[in-house]
């Protein structure tokens, strides 16, 4: 099977980091096309993954953008789709992971008459998209896509009420290599020290800075807390946030909390982090599709608490396997530090509950064949390509 991936971003968000444990399957039988250059071409090559940069530049029109600005950005689409056009006749399959990708990928497909994936990873609907974005990709998911892959029940559900074909969606949750986040105990200690955290309650948010990601909700929490409780924010503006990130350290500045809160900008020792930490915070204030970072704290065995909305509800349950408080509520997210503080041996029961049940529902060679089986029912092993002689 030699599959065609298509991704927008050069830089590693959730999608890309799904995207990354399922191409990496395949061997060097697949290509990853991006449309922008960055880090995240480099973790693929480190990971062995073929990887091509497609574009020159970054197409510039995001999930809020209106009509005009996307038919502005058409001296940009077209060749990449002629490219891909080209590219795919190589391939079996393309699969479009990320909006843009399904723009040029719907197209493509048309033309090369390749069948079409598409991975969702987002809720379409208006707390995240413009009305002429969710018609683009619900419009060109109906008509090009053979499946739509559907990273929780909540992405499907949001999929379907916007007028997606239902028949087209399966559900996949993200995959995850338990062994890559345990035994980092002694790591996890130096590195404490390292930051001289000391022995403080320390709560961690690991997240790209984004309005909608809440960051603004925990240090609100935080100034409800006793002082020895400190935030730890791992995660940069990825995608041209900065204001917020700005905006940020003057909310800490004015509540006083210059020496509670740390900022620590994108970080590849997340396990190690996570370990660290004595719960983790997720404080999306719109609904999340899936959350990779709360299953990926649950199996650091770290406890985590969740902001009850969209694909979190089917990761946490609630007082077994970690907290929910309602999206934006800094009152109730400073109760359950405070419940994490006080209560340390039923914390550490919830943590480790849910450390084994994360391993088992989130195991990522069974996401791996989840997706195997709908890309070999989609091209049949007969009609599949020869390799490449390399
Ligand atoms: N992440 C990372 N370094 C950082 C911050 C985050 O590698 O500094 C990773 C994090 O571990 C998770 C992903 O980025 O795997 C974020 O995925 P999530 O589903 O939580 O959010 P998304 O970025 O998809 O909105």
Redesign the pocket.
């Known amino acids: 099977m030699r599959i065609l991936f298509l991704d927008q971003s050069g830089k ?4 890309e ?1 799904c995207l990354l444990d399922i191409a990496s399957q395949y061997g060097d039988r697949p290509l990853i096309g991006l449309f922008a250059d960055g880090p995240f071409r480099a973790l693929l090559e480190q990971h062995r993954v073929p990887v091509r940069v497609l574009a020159e530049r970054a197409i510039n029109v995001n999930k809020g953008s209106n009509l005009l600005q996307g038919l502005s950005s058409i001296t940009q689409v077209v060749p990449l789709i002629s490219q891909v056009v080209q590219l795919s006749r190589q391939y079996d399959a393309i699969y479009a992971n990320t909006q843009k990708a399904l723009v040029v990928g719907a197209i493509a497909s048309g033309l090369s008459q390749r069948p079409l994936v598409y991975h969702l ?1 987002d809720i379409v609907s208006p707390d995240h998209f413009s009305s002429i974005n969710r018609r683009l990709i619900v419009g060109l998911a109906n008509q090009f896509a053979s499946c739509v892959i559907a990273n929780s029940q909540a992405s499907a559900t949001a999929f379907i009420a916007a007028g997606g074909r239902a028949e087209l969606v399966e559900v996949v949750y993200n995959g995850f290599n338990a062994a890559l986040y345990q035994h980092h105990r002694a790591a996890a200690t130096a590195l404490r020290h390292a930051l001289g955290l000391g022995d403080r309650l320390v709560i961690g948010h ?3 800075l984004s309005p909608w ?1 809440g960051q603004h909700v925990l240090i609100d929490a935080l100034s409800h807390c006793s002082p020895n409780v400190v935030a730890l924010f ?3 503006a990825l995608f041209g946030e900065e204001a917020y990130a700005d905006q940020l350290r003057q909310q800490v500045a004015a509540l006083g909390l210059g020496d509670r809160v740390h900022f620590l ?4 020792d ?1 396990p190690q982090l996570m370990t660290l930490c004595d719960l983790v915070a997720h404080t999306s204030t719109a609904p ?1 599709p ?5 299953v ?1 704290a649950m199996l650091c065995g770290t406890p985590v608490v969740a902001a009850a909305a969209g694909g979190v509800m089917e990761l946490v349950e609630p007082g077994q396997t970690g907290w929910l408080t309602p999206p934006s509520d800094a009152d109730a997210l400073a109760q359950v530090i405070q419940t994490v503080q006080a209560q340390p041996e039923q914390t550490r029961a919830i943590a480790h509950h849910a450390q084994m049940v994360a391993a088992q529902r989130f195991e990522l060679s069974h996401t791996n064949a989840q997706i195997d089986r709908i890309m070999q029912q989609l091209v049949p092993q007969q009609q599949q390509q020869p390799a490449l002689q390399q």
């Open positions: 590693p968000g959730g999608a980091l990873h690991f997240s790209r990601k791992v995660g940069d900008g994108f970080r590849d997340i999340e899936f959350g990779r970072v709360i990926e």
